[in-house]
């Protein structure tokens, strides 16, 4: 099975920036999305297409990819971001997810 | 604006079965595929299944862990998406959410959870 690598925890400063990173071997051919996911609240779309961002998500949110790992950038970190991110990605029709990430703001 | 409503869920035992149904509304039900996505408690995303629209066939795509066991309908008249499982496992517990589209989800239910147990 094709597996997705995200670090379990990051921890950030408020105002600071924040890197979470996506391994997997098919993510240099592949697009990938990200997914924040606040306690109790359904999963929002962040980043698509590796590097997108869909309307409302705030600049501050930006994706890229170098080799087979994607990277999730927050910039300028937020109280209001400390939530737990997810990675995704397809393979041959089956879609794929990061074991997830907590990201806390101290 | 684009609604999705999860209902169905509850306690069930292990071996037995349990439908879920999403009621759609704000966009053209019968031109997107549908997806069901779950979480079990405390652990991450995890997907489930889609049923593309009928103008792509209405063909649907599975997880291995569910396989076999779950199926994915959909009315587009009454612009509801089903997820039909059987032979429940206690694995199986978890929020299950119900999407438009299957990449690059924008648009969520509020998730339903399901509980199977003796």
């Known amino acids: 099975s094709y597996d997705l690598t995200q670090p379990p925890s990051v921890s950030v400063s408020p105002g600071q920036t924040a890197s979470i990173t996506c391994s997997g071997h098919?993510?240099?051919?592949?697009?990938g999305c990200w997914y924040q996911q606040r306690p109790g609240q359904s999963p929002v779309l962040l980043i698509y297409?590796?590097?997108r961002r869909p309307s409302g998500i705030p600049e501050r949110f930006s994706g890229s990819i170098s080799g087979n790992t994607a990277t999730l950038t927050i910039s300028g970190t937020q109280a209001m971001d400390e939530a737990d991110y997810y990675c995704?990605?397809?393979?041959?029709?089956?879609?794929?997810f990061g074991g997830g990430t907590k990201l806390t703001v101290l | 604006e684009v609604q999705l409503v999860e209902s169905g869920g509850g306690l069930v035992k292990p071996g037995r079965s349990l439908r879920l149904s999403c009621t759609a509304s704000?966009?053209?039900?019968?031109?997107?595929?549908m997806s069901w996505f779950r979480q079990a408690p405390g652990k991450g995303l995890e997907w489930v299944g889609f049923?593309?629209?009928?103008?792509?066939?209405?063909?649907?795509e599975y997880a291995a862990s569910v396989k076999g066991r779950f199926t994915i309908s959909r009315d587009d008249s009454r612009r509801i998406a089903y997820l039909q499982m059987n032979s429940l496992r206690t694995e199986d517990t978890a929020v299950y959410y119900c999407?438009?589209?299957?990449?690059?989800?924008?648009?969520w239910g509020q998730g339903i959870l399901v509980t199977v147990s003796s």
């Open positions: 098919k993510l240099g051919n592949e697009n």
């Open positions: 297409q590796n590097a």
């Open positions: 704000g966009f053209t039900f019968d031109a997107y595929p």
């Open positions: 999407t438009r589209d299957y990449g690059d989800v924008e648009y």
């Open positions: 049923i593309r629209s009928e103008g792509f066939g209405g063909t649907t």
């Open positions: 995704q990605a397809w393979d041959s029709n089956t879609a794929v």
